[in-house]
């Protein structure tokens, strides 16, 4: 079964800094590329980002996130990561990952507030 | 970017009748690899999204028959044959021909 296991997430202070991993298994890690969506209180789906199989180019932000988010990979350990830097408030959200850049399989999401 | 835009966002369903979702895209999603990649996803109560249908019309494993998908270009549909009460929700279509990947609003799915 595929699985997708997110974690990471926590209070930080607004300008903060914030690591969020996703395991992956039951599938071959290294053959996707994976994906992350966020999720504000009440709102709808935010497409945050994505890397390639490699981990190599192509990779993609979301224009509300670059700059600041760095999306990497590690698939001798099966496992995405997001790094947030400089947060801000409206960075508060679920954070899901997603297998590949068609999302067709979600993980249960980890919550991340951002407050002064 | 492209922007998604869904209709209604609000719908009430009776149970075992049909329902139908609109989503419409700024531009083509047409792909240079003749692909059209438009699916749409399901959010239940207190739940991750799951996706339900990919390129236009074609069905995740495991989702029931009575959920349909259909369109080309810049205008899609979902539809639900007849309403069941597990599938209360919020329904997202998602653009995945562009870059950056866009959502629409989303439409909140509910019994009458």
């Known amino acids: 079964e595929v699985q997708l296991l997110e974690s990471g997430g926590g209070l930080v202070q607004t300008g903060g800094s914030l690591r969020l991993s996703c395991t992956a298994s039951?599938?071959?890690?290294?053959?996707?590329?994976m994906s992350w969506v966020r999720q504000a209180p009440g709102k709808g789906l935010d497409w945050v980002s994505v890397i390639s199989k490699s981990g190599g180019f192509p990779y993609y932000y979301a224009d509300s996130v670059k700059g600041r988010f760095i999306i990497s990979r590690d698939n001798s350990k099966n496992t995405l990561y997001l790094q947030m830097n400089s947060l801000r408030d409206e960075d508060t959200a679920i954070y899901y990952c997603?297998?590949?850049?068609?999302?067709?399989?979600w993980g249960q999401g980890t919550t991340v507030i951002v407050s002064s | 970017d492209v922007v998604m835009t869904q209709s209604p966002l609000s719908l009430p369903v009776t149970l075992g009748q049909p329902a139908s979702i609109s989503c419409r895209s700024s531009e083509s999603l047409l792909s240079s690899d003749g692909n059209t990649y438009l699916h749409w996803f399901q959010q239940r109560p207190g739940q991750s999204p799951r996706r339900l249908i990919y390129?236009?019309?074609n069905r995740d494993s495991g989702v029931p028959d009575r959920f349909s998908g259909s369109g080309s270009g810049t205008d899609f549909t979902l539809k639900i044959s007849r309403m069941e009460a597990e599938d209360v929700g919020v329904y997202y279509c998602m653009q995945g021909t562009h870059w950056p990947r866009t959502f629409g609003q989303g439409t909140k799915v509910e019994i009458k």
């Open positions: 039951g599938f071959t890690f290294s053959n996707f590329g």
């Open positions: 997603a297998k590949s850049s068609h999302l067709d399989v």
């Open positions: 390129r236009v019309s």
